[in-house]
């Protein structure tokens, strides 16, 4: 019998991955945080995927983190600011050859947990798969998107990357995965915070282009001061080429707003901010981008971390 995958986070990411890799036949099992989360999603019946507006559902088996089976793969797809003491909780469970892929958004997060579990191999992940969740326990495939997955201290392929191929989830096994992410940092921190800011759709950025651009020359150079200059590369055009492309969609941090939910900002541009002063990098507008949110959260009662 193949590995079973271990699915840690029942947001979107974390559905979307759990129904496909199901659907392809392969085993799947859900972890969920406590014994009264676990009796509502039995009760429920499983995981729906919604895909071109046709729902389906998948009895996914799940199960608590003190559960006895041992994790030989664990996906981790909980928000970032949790990563690091939810895979702690795993860690008696983790098998000596255990294999953590980390879907999180942003940078800091995935240095955390691989120093929690210095045994584990741990593969960072960036994506560009759009999903929202329209309940409990349901995900609606918003956009196909792309995944990138590397471990910059192993850059072999692990075999499993052919369940990934079977659950037709787009992806591709990158040897500089750091630059990928740190892409995608820049290229949230210029968007996410301004719709945030602004209450707007990304298409609504469209608006405020000098105070875009702006952002990203900044950004530009904290990333070539990090020794990422292919990720600097065209970062504005870039970002200029999402914000067209998602124009109709609301960010990820925008959402988590609306429904009142914490953001990933020390993960986006915490991380940001605290790389420019260890480089003495003096990027006044992005740190006054960070003050500006963070007394926005304050004032909706959300934290700002």
């Not at 191999?121 to 995944?147: K, L, Q």
């Not at 800011?197 to 405020?208: A, E, K, S, V």
Request: contains cysteine; aromatic residues 6%.
């Amino acid at each position: 019998m193949s590995t079973p995958w271990h699915v840690l986070g029942a947001g979107s990411l974390g559905t979307l991955w759990a129904t496909r890799l199901a659907r392809a036949g392969r085993p799947v099992r859900l972890i969920l945080r406590d014994a009264a989360r676990l009796r509502d999603y039995e009760a429920t019946g499983g995981l729906t995927l919604v895909e071109h507006g046709e729902p389906a559902t998948w009895a996914v088996p799940a199960q608590t983190p003190d559960h006895p089976e041992p994790i030989r793969r664990l996906l981790v797809a909980c928000k970032a600011y949790d990563a690091e003491s939810a895979v702690a909780r795993l860690a008696p469970r983790l098998a000596p050859d255990a294999e953590l892929i980390l879907l999180q958004n942003g940078l800091g997060s995935q240095e955390a947990v691989a120093a929690r579990v210095p045994h584990a191999r741990c593969i960072f992940a960036s994506s560009t798969e759009g999903a929202f969740r329209d309940g409990d326990w349901r995900v609606v495939f918003a956009g196909h998107g792309y995944t990138w997955l590397g471990d910059a201290a192993h850059p072999v392929a692990p075999i499993w990357l052919d369940d990934l191929c079977a659950a037709k989830i787009p992806h591709e096994w990158s040897t500089d995965i750091l630059t990928r992410l740190w892409r995608k940092l820049a290229l949230n921190c210029a968007i996410n915070p301004l719709t945030v800011l602004h209450d707007c759709r990304n298409g609504g950025l469209q608006q405020h282009a000098c105070e875009v651009a702006t952002l990203c020359a900044e950004l530009t150079d904290l990333l070539e001061r990090c020794g990422q200059p292919a990720a600097a590369d065209n970062l504005q055009q870039e970002v200029e080429r999402v914000i067209q492309a998602t124009a109709a969609n609301f960010s990820s941090m925008h959402q988590d707003v609306t429904n009142r939910r914490r953001t990933e900002i020390s993960y986006l541009l915490g991380h940001a901010c605290k790389a420019a002063e260890r480089h003495r990098l003096n990027l006044p507008h992005l740190h006054q981008l960070q003050q500006r949110l963070i007394t926005h959260l304050q004032r909706l009662g959300l934290p700002g971390d």
